[in-house]
Every structure is written in structure tokens, then in C-alpha cells.
């Protein structure tokens, strides 16, 4: 049996994030994946500011060599798309430059950024990384985490256990006892294609938001090589209303929508669909117990608007490494003690959260969504705000006041 003082469970965005932090303050940890490097997980593969901006903050020259990773397409904007159809192309910053200006947002294959973050950990000393190795048992005893592989072959104890081990952790419904909301959670399909035509020369990422699939959307996101991660999120109560089959909505939009089936008429799927989960954070709740700390996707922190997670793992899985770090130092590892990472998670992405959360309810209204396209193909400063939308917080709070359009109605 392996001791530590922490076991990160999951060596996804979020706990390799813990993982990092806790190695750049010298103390040591054991990582548990279930999977075997390199390794996929069904998701867009669009990295966003946050992604930069969290690694930056573990290690400045983490941030730098993503920078210079190749498996990587930089993208410098979104294509919206309203109901109505209309287009409008938002650059993330207003007179890009695309050889002077930083990259803002990337798009890269889960299978490629996952594995850098990998080989980011197998570089620290201080982090023993095991792989091909599933954590299914968790028993709470007076002195720690018993953590064992189903049939008990392997075994951890922990003084704490940071919990990064994704949507369908069976921790954060066995043991916080959260159960998935269809009204907060999201379910999404994706498939790789080679050769759809008309992708932006800047890699804008396209969102479609499209009639049926409200308040989700299809999204096409340009990747190297020529091939596109192209897929549909939507919200799951809805999927159980209509009882919808979201892949066969998808190859059905992609052979039948007048504008897109023309872009895929020559295109070619190279991978199955596959689905996967998405928690969203539409709702508050607790994500500290005793001698845990739940992260990422565990902690169901989609971004309920964008259904953007990796930037959020990132983010949580740093703070849980500093909560885990004074948890180490005071020998206090209960639910009390714990229980100000909760806070210190909603501190950082709570206002972030609950704006996405109204957006999200708004744009079920497709007259709201197809007025702002209207007007935005139309007018330059709506066009700069909407662009900043997914970045920053400040421009979300404006987009989900209902003065914002009302002022714009009569502004027209
Ligand atoms: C269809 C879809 C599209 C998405 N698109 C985007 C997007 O474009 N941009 C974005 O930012 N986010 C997107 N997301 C969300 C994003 O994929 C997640 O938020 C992100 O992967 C969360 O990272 P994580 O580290 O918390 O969990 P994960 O990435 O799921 O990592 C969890 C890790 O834990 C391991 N694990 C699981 N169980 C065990 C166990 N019992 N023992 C040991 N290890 C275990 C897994 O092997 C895995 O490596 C999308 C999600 C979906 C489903």
C-alpha cells in the first residue's frame, strides 16, 4: 500500500492542475489515472484565455511552452450564428494582428493538450504519476483516505484526496452525494471531419445556434491539418423532452442544413460520434467534505452558457492545491477546515457562472438572439462587446441586464 500526504484522483486539466501547483510549492503528491497515456476524451478541444492565464499562474514557462506547442491551430475569433441564419465574424480582440498580437484562444485535440499537460507532470520530482489504474473504493478512516483499485490489487492512503477524475466520477455521486439535474446538466456529441470547406482563414470558431437545438448549440471548431471538431451540446432536460438522439441530429443537420450541407458535401467523418457529459455549474453546491476537495468537471463547473470546463478545471484545481497546501500545514483535514475552498471557488468563478446561467435561460428566446444578430451585423461596438463576451466577465454582466437591451431597442 502507497502512502501520501495527497492522492489527486484523475490526471485530466484539473487534477494536473493541482498536481502542478502543489509540485511548484515543493510538496509531493500521488496522481491515479485510470487511463493509459495518450489517451482521448470526447469534448471541443477549444482552449480559451483561461487556459493560458491558469498556467501562467502555476508556472509562467508552463504557459510559454503550450505557446510554442504545435499540436495546436490559434484562433483569433467566433463566427456566431442566430436562428435566423445570420453570420457575424466577432475577433476576440478589435484590429487583430495575427503575428504581433499574442494568441487569445486555441483549439487543440484532447488527445494532444491532455498529454502535454502529462508530460508537464512527469517533469516534477515531486509528483508520482501512475496510469492504467482505476480508484473505484474510497473508505474514510481516522487517519485518512483508503483509496483502492475494485478488488483491492492497489491501494492509497491519503491524509486528503483531491477529486479531479471528471463528469462521471462516481466520488462526487457516491460520496458528496451529488446526482446529475437534468436542468444543469448538458449532454454533447462530437466527431472529427476532414475537408469541410469555408473555415475561417483566422480559425474563427463557429457556434451554430441553431432552432432545435436551443439554448445549446453545433459547433465547428478548425483544427492542423486540415480536420475540424464538429459536435452539438445540449441542455439534457431538454434532450429527454424531445427525446432526442443527438447523433443522429447531427449528421442529419450536417446532410440537411441549407448553409452547412454544402460546406460538408465533400467533408469526411474520420471518427465515430461519440457523447459525453457536460455538469454545468447553473447551481451552488458543496465541494469540500472531510478530507476532500472536488475539482473540475467533479465538481460540476461547466460554464453553463460557453459549456466551457477546461479553463474552470484548471482554475480549480489550482485552488484546491493552495486549500490543500494549508490543510498540510495546520494537520486539519475535516469538512470544517475544508470548507473555505467552496467559498474561495465561488469567489473566483460564482459572478462568472450565474451571468452564463441567465444568458444561457435568454438565449432560449430566438426573436432576443436573432434582434442582437440584427444589430450586431449592423454596428461595430455591439459587434467588439459580443466579442469579448466569452473573456470577459464585465461584458457578460452587460449582455444578461435586461437595460442592455432596451437601451439597444431604442438606441436602434
Ligand atoms: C462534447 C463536449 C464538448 C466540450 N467542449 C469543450 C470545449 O470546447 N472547451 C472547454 O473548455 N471544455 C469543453 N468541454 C468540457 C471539458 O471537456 C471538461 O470540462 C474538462 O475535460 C474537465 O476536465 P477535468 O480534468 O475536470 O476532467 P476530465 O478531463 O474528464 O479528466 C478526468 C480524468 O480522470 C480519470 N478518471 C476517471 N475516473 C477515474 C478513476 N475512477 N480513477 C482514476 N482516474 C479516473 C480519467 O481517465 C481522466 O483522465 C466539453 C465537454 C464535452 C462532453
Redesign the pocket.
Known amino acids: 500500500m502507497k502512502q501520501t500526504a495527497v492522492c489527486i ?7 494536473a492542475a493541482a498536481a502542478l501547483q502543489l509540485a511548484q510549492w515543493g510538496i509531493r503528491c500521488i496522481v ?4 493509459t497515456f495518450p ?1 482521448d ?8 484565455g483561461k487556459v493560458i492565464t491558469a498556467l501562467t499562474r502555476i508556472d509562467p514557462a508552463i504557459a510559454e511552452r503550450l505557446q510554442q506547442y504545435l499540436h495546436k491551430v490559434n484562433s483569433w475569433g467566433v463566427t456566431f450564428v442566430s436562428p435566423g441564419r445570420l453570420s457575424m465574424d466577432v475577433p476576440y480582440k478589435p484590429n487583430y494582428n495575427t503575428t504581433d498580437d499574442p494568441p487569445i484562444g486555441f483549439v487543440c485535440k ?1 488527445i494532444h493538450f ?1 498529454q502535454f499537460l502529462v508530460d508537464e507532470i512527469k517533469r516534477r520530482p515531486e509528483i508520482e504519476f501512475i496510469e492504467g ?4 473504493q474510497y473508505q474514510l478512516q481516522p487517519d485518512g483516505y483508503l483509496l483502492s483499485e475494485a478488488g483491492g490489487s492497489f491501494q492509497v492512503k491519503a491524509d486528503m484526496v483531491i477529486v ?7 466520488f462526487t455521486r457516491h460520496v458528496a452525494g451529488f446526482t446529475v439535474e437534468p436542468a444543469h446538466h448538458m449532454a ?3 466527431a472529427y471531419y476532414q475537408g469541410v470547406t469555408d473555415l475561417h482563414k483566422d480559425n474563427f470558431i463557429e457556434l451554430h445556434f441553431l432552432k432545435s437545438f436551443l439554448p445549446g448549440y453545433l459547433w465547428v ?1 478548425p483544427l492542423p491539418n486540415g480536420e475540424a471538431n464538429v ?1 452539438i ?1 445540449m441542455l439534457s432536460s431538454a434532450v429527454r423532452k424531445d427525446k432526442v438522439n443527438l447523433k443522429q441530429l447531427l449528421t442529419a443537420t450536417l446532410e440537411q442544413d441549407p448553409i452547412l450541407k454544402a460546406r460538408f458535401s465533400n467533408a469526411k467523418a474520420i471518427t465515430p460520434i461519440e ?4 455538469p454545468l455549474g447553473s447551481k451552488r453546491r458543496q465541494l469540500a467534505g472531510d478530507r476532500y476537495l472536488l ?4 465538481a460540476y463547473l ?1 460554464d453553463p452558457f460557453t ?7 484548471l482554475y480549480t484545481g489550482r485552488i484546491a492545491a493552495e486549500h490543500a497546501a494549508a490543510a498540510l500545514k495546520a494537520g486539519k483535514f475535516g469538512a470544517a477546515e475544508l470548507a473555505p475552498y467552496t467559498e474561495h471557488v465561488y469567489k473566483v468563478l460564482g459572478a462568472e457562472l450565474s451571468l452564463s446561467t441567465k444568458l444561457q435561460r435568454m438565449v432560449r428566446y430566438k426573436w432576443l438572439f436573432n434582434m442582437l444578430m440584427k444589430m450586431g451585423t449592423r454596428n461595430k461596438q455591439l459587434r467588439e462587446l459580443i466579442s469579448c463576451m466569452f473573456y470577459e466577465v464585465d461584458v457578460r454582466k452587460k449582455l444578461a441586464s435586461p437595460m442592455f437591451y432596451l437601451k439597444l431597442l431604442f438606441n436602434r
Open positions: 484522483i484523475g490526471a485530466g486539466p484539473s487534477g491515479v489515472d485510470k487511463a489517451r476524451k470526447v469534448c471541443g478541444d477549444g482552449l480559451s484532447r491532455d489504474v482505476s480508484l473505484d479531479a477524475n471528471g463528469a462521471h466520477s462516481s454533447g456529441v462530437r471548431f459536435g451540446g457523447g459525453y457529459g457536460l475539482t473540475g468537471d467533479a461547466i459549456g466551457e470546463g477546461i479553463g474552470n478545471g
